[in-house]
């Protein structure tokens, strides 16, 4: 157990909704990385805050926006859903920004029909 | 970012020991080596990391290659657990953001009993 929390594991929703996937990062840890991993891909890195401001950008879509609370929890919002935005969603958090390890949870399924 | 090239898959015997290449001939002066696994349906866990020098600890050794453009993973002795995809990433110690990277497809590791 990592000590990252995700929720949901599981979530399937139709083309043109919008969802909200839920990070608990370990107790203590003040940046939150968020990646999305496609069918037997590499992790793509999506975006990281640190303490409640984003810190870094990768290659996230407008249609997706994240945003990391006071208690540090994070949360990633995807909208206008499409097709190939299924896929595995995982958080990852680190006590600061320049940790040599990064603890991983157990990703959220999102699956787009 | 400099890249890293792995083999797609590698087959091992149980109880014997693996040794998992990774090749990294851009990488520069400021990027650590590290490793990361990601069993069946979990997320990435941390493995080991290095700079120069040979590393060991409870997991696994890397063995850096002097010139510094390869180095190897090594399990001394596989075992079922051990079954999983092994990424090679590099990280810019100068990058305040140390996990922006795009983790290639990785090595996966088949132990046979």
């Known amino acids: 157990d990592s000590g990252v929390t995700q929720t949901p594991k599981h979530l399937i929703t139709a083309t043109g909704q919008r969802v909200t996937l839920r990070c608990s990062p370990r107790?203590?840890?003040?940046?939150v990385y968020w990646y999305q991993q496609s069918l037997d891909q590499g992790l793509q890195f999506l975006i990281q805050?640190?303490?409640?401001?984003?810190?870094a950008k990768g290659n996230i879509l407008e249609r997706f926006s994240a945003q990391q609370f006071p208690d540090l929890h994070s949360e990633l919002n995807l909208s206008s859903l499409e097709l190939g935005d299924s896929a595995l969603y995982f958080c990852?958090?680190?006590?600061?920004?320049?940790?040599?390890?990064?603890?991983f949870g157990q990703g959220t399924r999102l699956t787009v029909v | 970012d400099a890249k890293t090239t792995q083999p797609n898959s590698m087959e091992s015997n149980e109880e014997e020991p693996v040794h998992l290449p990774c090749n990294h001939s851009?990488?520069?002066?400021?990027?650590?080596i590290h490793w990361y696994r990601q069993l069946p349906s979990q997320g990435p866990e941390y493995v080991i990391h290095g700079l120069t020098s040979n590393v060991n600890n409870r997991m696994a050794s890397l063995a850096i290659a002097e010139d510094r453009k390869s180095s190897t993973l090594i399990l001394h002795r596989a075992t079922l657990r051990d079954a999983a995809v092994y990424y090679c990433?590099?990280?810019?110690?100068?990058?305040?953001?140390?996990?922006?990277?795009?983790w290639g497809a990785g090595t996966k590791l088949i132990i046979k009993p």
């Open positions: 805050y640190y303490n409640g401001e984003e810190r």
């Open positions: 107790s203590g840890d003040l940046s």
């Open positions: 990433i590099l990280r810019d110690v100068r990058m305040d953001s140390n996990y922006q990277l795009i």
């Open positions: 851009t990488i520069s002066g400021t990027d650590y």
């Open positions: 990852a958090s680190s006590p600061q920004t320049q940790n040599t390890e990064a603890f």
